[in-house]
């Protein structure tokens, strides 16, 4: 695993020696408030459309100060600044236009995959429009996280995919990894996100440098009747009345058993530590 962390040290330091700040953007949106956690600086709202960013949604968004939300409660309107920079979205200029009752129909908060559990047998179509099946992964080991084609904030899908090709980077001389370790990114957005958009999407995520080994990653979507089953067992919050997931993060390495060996809930992980987990599963001879 020393030979991981080096690797992903120089990827690391390779990116920010060429990255060159860009300048940040400013969209206002409407919303309702869904929940708030002041400890963690963070707000969950349901707005419409972003012109000229994003569709309708119900993500969870970073403020810079607890105060901003501190007095807020679900149901509340308000209206805000989300600013997006070249690596987060966050929400600034709160403010409050509209009390509400204290009550939401965001929906349940799911379960969270547990080590051990076994991952049920769902549906998925690919990118080339052909049916496969959680099942097919059984003797690898799966890295899989949930992305929509539309996001666009860094923070969010654009960092899952990048993070994916980094774990794939620091797989490359780790024995067995590339016949043994697979990649599947799924959208929740069936509705948009076609084969035709997916295959798209993945030809900007899947390029490979000279000499790089390449690794089986599949961009795949549901069902819409099997999101909400699908959206339970992986920690989702859904929306049954709108159809709709609240936009969390959820990614999780799959033993080649079919069975959870780690979840992540959030985007705080690294790409060190999907591939110490993924190693941690491969064949050790």
Same mark, same amino acid.
């Given at each position: 695993m020393k030979?991981?962390?080096?690797?992903?040290?120089?990827?690391?330091?390779?990116?920010?020696?060429?990255?060159?700040?860009?300048?940040?953007?400013?969209?206002?949106?409407?919303?309702?408030?869904?929940?708030?956690? =002041?400890?963690?600086?963070?707000?969950?709202?349901?707005?419409?459309?972003? +012109?000229?960013?994003?569709?309708?949604?119900?993500?969870?968004?970073?403020?810079?100060?607890?105060?901003?939300?501190?007095?807020?409660?679900?149901?509340?309107?308000?209206?805000?600044?989300?600013?997006?920079?070249?690596?987060?979205?966050?929400?600034?200029?709160?403010?409050?236009?509209?009390?509400? $009752?204290?009550?939401?129909?965001?929906?349940?908060?799911?379960?969270?995959?547990?080590?051990?559990?076994?991952?049920?047998?769902?549906?998925?179509? $690919?990118? $080339?429009?052909?049916?496969? !099946?959680?099942?097919?992964?059984?003797?690898?080991?799966?890295?899989?996280?949930?992305?929509?084609?539309?996001?666009?904030?860094?923070?969010?899908? +654009?960092?899952?995919?990048?993070?994916?090709?980094?774990?794939?980077?620091?797989?490359?001389?780790?024995?067995?990894?590339?016949?043994?370790?697979?990649?599947?990114?799924?959208?929740?957005?069936?509705?948009?996100?076609?084969?035709?958009?997916?295959?798209?999407?993945?030809?900007?995520?899947?390029?490979? =440098?000279?000499?790089?080994?390449?690794? $089986?990653?599949?961009?795949?979507?549901?069902?819409?009747?099997?999101?909400?089953?699908?959206?339970?067992?992986?920690?989702?919050?859904?929306?049954?009345?709108q159809a709709?997931?609240? !936009?969390?993060?959820?990614?999780?390495?799959? =033993?080649?058993?079919?069975?959870? =060996?780690?979840?992540?809930?959030?985007?705080?992980?690294? +790409?060190?530590?999907a591939a110490?987990?993924?190693?941690?599963?491969?064949?050790?001879?």
């Open positions: 030979q991981i962390l080096t690797i992903v040290a120089l990827i690391c330091a390779s990116i920010a020696a060429g990255c060159q700040s860009a300048p940040e953007k400013h969209y206002p949106i409407q919303g309702e408030v869904i929940s708030m956690d =002041a400890g963690k600086k963070l707000i969950t709202v349901k707005h419409g459309d972003i +012109p000229g960013l994003m569709p309708a949604m119900t993500m969870t968004y970073q403020v810079a100060e607890a105060k901003q939300i501190r007095g807020l409660e679900p149901g509340d309107k308000i209206t805000a600044d989300l600013v997006v920079s070249e690596d987060k979205g966050r929400l600034e200029r709160i403010v409050l236009v509209g009390k509400g $009752d204290g009550k939401t129909s965001q929906g349940t908060t799911q379960r969270v995959p547990e080590k051990g559990d076994a991952v049920p047998d769902f549906a998925l179509v $690919d990118q $080339d429009g052909k049916i496969i !099946h959680f099942s097919d992964y059984h003797g690898k080991v799966l890295l899989v996280t949930f992305i929509y084609t539309r996001c666009p904030l860094p923070d969010f899908c +654009p960092r899952m995919n990048d993070n994916f090709r980094a774990v794939q980077k620091l797989l490359q001389e780790v024995p067995h990894a590339t016949e043994r370790a697979e990649f599947l990114s799924v959208s929740f957005d069936p509705e948009h996100d076609t084969p035709t958009v997916l295959k798209h999407y993945a030809s900007l995520y899947k390029k490979r =440098a000279p000499g790089e080994k390449q690794f $089986d990653w599949q961009f795949a979507v549901p069902a819409a009747r099997d999101l909400p089953e699908l959206a339970q067992f992986f920690g989702f919050v859904y929306q049954p009345e709709q997931i609240v !936009h969390s993060l959820s990614t999780t390495v799959i =033993a080649p058993d079919g069975k959870v =060996a780690k979840w992540y809930s959030d985007n705080d992980w690294t +790409p060190a530590d110490q987990a993924i190693g941690l599963l491969l064949p050790q001879s």
